[in-house]
């Protein structure tokens, strides 16, 4: 796309919501595209930390989340389950260096819809089995998501962004249906908190941890959900290079690092309840909250 625009590097202006998550607000960008502009509210309407927008636009975040989006496009992690996201250098209204995040546009809906229960008697994990059960090739592209977030856990150390609004059932050109991971969390960052930063607070490595905890916990349930076999288990371990309970292994480490963590803080009771694998956990608001003033 070229610009007829000063500063802005598109033909087209953003256009109609198209939706809203914690990071942005999605736009039309003519008919092919969506451009995702940074939100600068909190789900319950405060606004967000004052340099939020600030850190989102350097290089070095963009950067991140280039190196982010190369691991997960990885064939041993969600390959091309990913949805590529592009980042534009252009300018903003006074003229100053801004990037434009843009991804092509998709039709279809999220997990997360279309796993609402039908009726009151039907629970979220039966309408989830149901669902899958039904489609035996997206559940076979679900459990690649599953296996290619525990390979994303054991390279990096993090998990990405992977829950059923980020994870949307879209259909190729010839009609199939597929799978599409159409978000990035910026894993670099979280790495390098959790792992380098040595002068980063206990607080930021706890909720960094409590999160992997979380998603441990829902790879389980998704796993037990989908009726995943043994045999199964073995033929996804192979493929995904996670043999010899590399996963599990990898995972028990992080715990431990949780625990060793905790030992060296004094904090409120009701806190360690919250990250120590006693839930409930920080909600997602509160961690993305959390997470804008650590950078």
Known sequence: MSSNIEGFPFSEVPGTEVGRGYESIVKELGPNWVIKEFNPL?????????????????????????????????????????????????????????????QKRFAGETLKDIMVPQNEAESYSARFTKFFNENPELRTQMIELLWGTKSALVETGVFPDFHLGNIAL??????????????????????????????????????????????????????????ITEDEKKLFDQKYNLENNLYENTVDRILTMSGEINTERDIPSEVLTQISGIYPFLNEAEYNSYMEKAT
């Open 42 to 102: 909190r789900p319950d309407g405060t606004a967000k930390y004052e340099k939020a927008y600030e850190n989102s636009q350097t290089q070095k975040t963009v950067g991140e989340l280039q190196e982010t989006q190369r691991i997960l496009q990885q064939a041993t992690v969600y390959g091309e389950h990913i949805m590529p996201t592009e980042w534009v250098l252009g300018q903003d209204a006074e003229g100053n260096p801004k990037y434009f995040t843009i």
């Open 170 to 227: 879209t259909k190729e050109i010839d009609g199939a249906e597929s799978l599409k991971i159409f978000d990035l969390q910026n894993m670099v960052k979280n790495r390098k908190l959790l792992y380098e930063d040595t002068n980063r607070s206990l607080s930021t490595k706890l909720n960094l941890l409590g999160s992997i905890e979380k998603h441990v916990t829902r790879l389980e349930k998704y796993h037990k959900w989908l009726g």
